[in-house]
């Protein structure tokens, strides 16, 4: 699924989030939309970018790159949609 972030459909955030767990360690990525519209990005094995950053800076052209292993959907931070 590594065409996910690359496709047009998806392309049109407002932001994006690079969430840590632990402290800098990349957990996933967070991408919102608006009417309160979110997805959560998970890869389950990283080959482009470092998950550890100790100054929590990671590319987001590399992240496109990586293999997403969880999608989740969330509207208004309310989960509807989990594909793994």
Known sequence: MA????????????????????PGVLDCLYLKYPGGISIRLTVLKYTYVKQFS???????DLYKKEKIGI???????????VVK
Do not use: C, G, M
């Not at 100790?54 to 987001?60: A, E, F, G, V």
């Open 3 to 22: 065409f996910f972030l690359n496709d047009k459909l998806f392309s049109n955030y407002t932001d994006h989030i690079f969430n840590t767990d632990p």
């Open 54 to 60: 100790q100054s929590l800076n990671w590319s987001l």
């Open 71 to 81: 999608i989740e959907v969330a509207v208004n931070d309310r989960i509807v949609k």
